[in-house]
Every structure is written in C-alpha cells, then in structure tokens.
T-cell receptor, first 114, second 114 residues
Framework: AQKVTQAQTEISVVEKEDVTLDCVYE???????LFWYKQPPSGELVFLIR??????QNEISGRYSWNFQKSTSSFNFTITASQVVDSAVYFC???????????FGKGTTLSVSS | SQTIHQWPATLVQPVGSPLSLECTVE??????LYWYRQAAGRGLQLLFY??????ISSEVPQNLSASRPQDRQFILSSKKLLLSDSGFYLC?????????????FGQGTRLTVV
C-alpha cells in the first residue's frame, strides 16, 4: 500500500535559518513519482517539484533543494536562508503505477518569523 | 494555458442541507479530475477521481457524491450535510493518460457545516 509520512507537524524558525522538511514514503512499486507542494495561507496548493524513482540526483532550485534517498525511502526538502514568505504548509506526495491519484502526507506547517 | 476554477470560495451550510461545489478546467481536454478534502491535522484525503465523462471512482465511502456531466466540469454534491463534512475541499486536474504527472489544484472551498 502507498503511504507518505511527514513526521514534523509544525516547525518554527527565524528568518535566514535553514530548515529541512522530512518525507518518508512507502510503496511496493519500483517505478513511482514523488512530489512536493506548498500551501500558502490562501489555500491553493502550488506544485514545487516532481521526482521519479530512477533519478536519485539531488536537485536545487534557488533556495530550495531536495534530497532523494531510495535506501531510506525519503525525499526531504530543504529551504536555505528561510524567509517570511516561506511560511506555509508543505505537502509531500507519492504516486505509483498502481495508484489512481496523488497520495499526500499530512503536511508540515512552517512558520518563519522575522 | 490551463486554468482551474472552483467555487464558491467559502460556504456556511446548516446540517441537513444539500451541497453543490463546482469545478471547471480550461485549456485542456479530457483531463483527469479529482476532489480532495483537507481536514485539520489530517492532510489531503482523496474523495473522488474521474478519467472521463460519467466515470467516477470513489475512494472513501461517505456522505458525498461526485458527477462529471461535461468533459471539464466536476461537481461535488451531498443530499444532506453532516457536521463532519466541514473542511477545505480542493478540486484538481492532471493530464490524462500520464499517471506520473503532477496535479494542479483550484483555490479551494472552505465549507463549514453548522
């Protein structure tokens, strides 16, 4: 069965701190995709990144970086030099070939104070 | 470009009243469509998905139903709302025939049942 676990319910940091959001997933498939979404206070989910199970290269996009490790079934998200605008709920999601839709974790609420 | 519209943005309904939430997608054909519900502390729960007109799959048995009367229209309904139906409802779409693509979300409807 598919499952996504985001053990961190809430994280609070001060501006300019680095912060890592953890994501652990479970799937029986060898082919699957992982996603991260951001949900700002407005409520709309904003797609951030998609990663397939065959590509374990880390990815960096500006202040965002993602660390995918199949050995530990983790897909962690790091924000470098956090800013107040990064305050949001962040969701990790999984979809494999057996799935009908994205399966989401419960989300991590990030609060960045100035 | 593709856009997704969802309305209303907020809704307060008494227990036992009916519900109709509407979602439309523009700029794409035959999308996969989804309804998710976000309850406090419970992440995003997939309620329904549709791969075509009149084709609806339910993920969780409940007091709600969905319909797809047109290719790019997805409706979430209830005949009699329960208090437990309160939550944030999100409609989403993804490209048909590609199980590995991300989903794009509407702005959501915040439903409060009183």
């Amino acid at each position: 069965a598919q499952k996504v676990t985001q053990a961190q319910t809430e994280i609070s940091v001060v501006e300019k701190e680095d912060v890592t959001l953890d994501c652990v997933y479970e799937t029986r498939d060898t082919t699957y995709y992982l996603f991260w979404y951001k949900q700002p206070p407005s409520g709309e989910l904003v797609f951030l990144i998609r990663r397939n199970s065959f590509d374990e290269q880390n990815e960096i996009s500006g202040r965002y970086s993602w660390n995918f490790q199949k050995s530990t079934s983790s897909f962690n998200f790091t924000i470098t030099a956090s800013q107040v605008v990064d305050s949001a709920v962040y969701f990790c999601a999984l979809r494999d070939q057996a799935g009908t839709a994205l399966i989401f974790g419960k989300g991590t609420t990030l609060s960045v104070s100035s | 470009s593709q856009t997704i519209h969802q309305w209303p943005a907020t809704l307060v309904q008494p227990v036992g009243s009916p519900l109709s939430l509407e979602c439309t997608v523009e700029g794409t054909s035959n999308p996969n469509l989804y309804w998710y519900r976000q309850a406090a502390g419970r992440g995003l729960q997939l309620l329904f998905y549709s791969v075509g007109i009149g084709q609806i799959s339910s993920e969780v048995p409940q007091n709600l139903s969905a319909s797809r009367p047109q290719d790019r229209q997805f409706i979430l309904s209830s005949k009699k709302l329960l208090l437990s139906d309160s939550g944030f409802y999100l409609c989403a779409w993804s490209v048909a025939g590609h199980w590995n693509t991300e989903a794009f979300f509407g702005q959501g409807t915040r439903l409060t049942v009183v």
